[in-house]
């Protein structure tokens, strides 16, 4: 096992050096897309050499960074000063050896004159663009400063060494997901139509690989700063770490994001029919196939009918739906109406899905169902329901039992008894009311036991009812009713009526049903 | 951080409606199924990870417990990571907090091992165990589980004895005995010549016509002991200085005893005012009875013992009694011995019992007590700390 404790080991170095190179990719992939963007609006641009500056301007960033951070404030500004100048010149040196130094001396009069001139479209666009790289390069090298293990840490508040991290690792999603917009964006708009922005420029459908390339180096980054936070989790809680976890760690998450990148691959993005036509034309489909097996059951009904009518029957045998007319005209002939339809029927249903697990796992997570109960709209909703329901089921009862008395007043049966076989139990029609109430009782403390809730031998029945009304939360009055009514039949000698003993009956039978329930719920 | 994804995947539908380009729609479905399958995946995982402990259920102070954790991995996905915690009484002792973090294959195990070293008696739990594990991504929230609790014994320590005078009333048994009263007709040491008033059950007849005289068996005498240890846990019944002390040596002394009727294969049991901790009652009652198996279950309610104010020695007494088969000997073990608990034990001598009385830790007025035990032959022994089990040991 690895000893707790930091060591700047192979792996740890290892693993800083992965992360480089996701950060490296992320941007190229970024810068990519923004060129791709520019070359939109002036076409005819060769921004290859772009993206070779962008990886130098990268490369550097991620090895000086370490090194003037131990300056102060007012040096660090200096050298940074000194730095974009330096690239400011490089670049413009880089660009007169792309496209010769012959127009060097002439530009070189025209700055004595103006130095605006000194920044041309192409050279300010370049410039802007690897600033920002370097700059978002410098962003992410800072977050992961923050969230790298050191061994001194031990001494400080893991809370807030452990919050400082966790808001590092947040603010850097941030900032990738903000940068995948961006690119998303600029993807799209390189790709549309709009005379209105772009005047007559033609639309570039360049490849996209690098925005899929982008998300999936960015969930790979996610997953080793995920690890980084666990590592120096454990670190503070003198955690033993098996060796090999980090190397193990990441051949996972790269063939799990590899999986997930081939499946988004494989799974339809385009469809030529809406949502609302497919809707339509799959309830139309249904429909059809009903209509369709409900002549098929009365074809003999009708044809029985027809004999009655004296007329020949004529068989007239359902049309099998037409699923050809459901399909739109717009179909092409390439491919077959049908399979266009599943197509359609395919992407929706993934689509709509996906997005909806997506919902429901944050919601979930987050327990937002839980919070909505809190809101006093619905909870009075629901209360008026459960109210409304509650009124039901007493007006039931003293309707049964209105209908009880008047048959027992007026002597006649308003329908027959079903003939049941009599269930034999011991005892049963012999006892006294008082007798009933008792018996009842005692099984229903044996059904309450059946579920886990055991009665102590030196437990009063009136502290066995209120364990039993911490279990049964929805039933406490019922519990507290029941108990009464058995303390009055065991201990007094009033006497009980018939009434007593039916409605204990049914307030046990209540209580029985509410523990089926508690058990259900166990269980699950 | 799994909101701000949700957000983007918003944003990303829109622009997909909007435009209608695929890559939009690949880049989503990129992003919910990486979701979708991590969660998942780490609700199926933990799952599916079980972990299993194997440990001595039953040890005596000052071994060194070896404990086995195995985490096994049933499922055919890998588990990225696990962490695993473990709980540990502290009088066990542990080295250091057993916490690991590991990663397990698909269908692979992984085993932690660590030591306790227990130094005091007791009934420790193990556990709870709690399992954790995440998503790849840390987008998620961690999943837990919780392993059910063991329980490990740790029996009170046991001195070895050879020296106890514990005299016994019961004609049979299976000591051997000097006093020529009682003779174990199992135990034949010789044979001699008959004489007149000799029982013609014990002429041995074959040894008769080998001699032609006619000879008897001589058969060596022999007691049993059948005791009860009878143990004060009342607080009331030790120095307010010495309880916890006190208390200790007196389940000790116990333990040490009922070792060595056991040895000698004598019949032992043992009641008591204390309160098991696994039931929170008054510890079971054991009636005198041979055999390991007795001695085990002594053993581990004495493990489990406590003190308790419930009863007092007297009372307890007073309530035993009369249930004591004849030819029992009376162990007390207490820390005190005041007029109360004379009078009982004065009661139970003139009946015929016989007492020995064992103190334990500081016991004010000592000497008072061994003389008024001493009035009524009750052999009274003092322990005030371990070294004085010595002197219940032959030279």
Redesign the interface.
Known sequence: ?TQPGFSASKAERYALWVDYLLIIVMLVCASISMVQFIQRIYTGWDASYVIFLVIVILIERLVTFKKIQSLELEQKIIYHAAEFVTFAILLKLFGYFLHGFWGFLDDLSRWQGDFLTFFTGEYFFVLILLFISWLLCGKFVEYLEEMRIDPLDVNWDVGILENRRQLA??AM??LI?SV??GM??A??LT??DITALFGESPTLQLP?IN??VY??AA?LF??Q???V??NGR?MW??????P??EK??FK??TF??LA??I???I?P??YTVSILDLLRIVFTFITQILFFIFSLLFLPIGWLFSLLKGSPPTAEVSQSPDFTSLIPPAATQQVPPFLLLLQSLLFWT??IG??V???S??FR?NKLHLSLGKVDFIRSVRSWIASMFSWFRQARISVARSIKLLQKQVGIRLQPKPHKQPKWEPFSGRLSPRQDVIRGFIRLVEEVESVGVIRKPDQTPSQFAHTLQKSITDSGEDIQAVTDTFLFARYSRREISRETSMEFTSLQKRIIDSLEKYKSSRQE | ??????F??I???I?GAM???????????????????S?WWLNYIIRKVKVERKFPSHVFPGEVVSIDLVAENTSIL?A??L?LQESVAVELAPA??I?????LGSKAN?QISFKLFPHKRGYYSLGPLSLTS?D??????EAYQRFAIDFITVYPRIFSISNVSLRSRSPMGGIKNYQPLNEDPSRPIGKRDYRSGDSLRRIDWKSSATTRKLQVKVFEPSIAYQTLMMLDLNPSGYYQKSIYDGSELAIEAAASLASWLNAKKQAFGLVSNGIDSLTNHLALQFPPRSGSANLMKILETLARIRLSSSQSIEEMLLQKFPGLPSGTSLIMITGHCDAMLFTQLERCFLLGKDIVLILCGEVPGLQEIKRKAGILSIPVYHLSSNKDFKGWQLP
Do not use: C, E, K
């Open positions: 096992m690792r947040s999603i941030s997901i995948g917009v998303v964006s993807s799209i790709r549309l996209v925005i899929l998300f999936l969930f996610f997953s700063t995920q690890f936070l666990l454990w809680h003198d955690v033993q770490i098996r090999g976890l193990s760690w996972i998450g799990f994001l997930v990148s499946l988004s691959f799974l993005t385009s993934i689509f996906l997005i697990l997506s919902f796992i944050y997570q | 951080m799994i909101l701000t994804l949700i983007f995947i944003l990303l539908v622009l435009t209608g380009d695929s890559f939009v729609f690949t880049v989503i479905y990129f992003i919910s199924i990486s979701i979708i399958l969660n890998p990225p990571w962490f250091h907090p916490r690991h973090a590991f990663n992984h995440g790849l991504l840390g987008l998620l929230p």
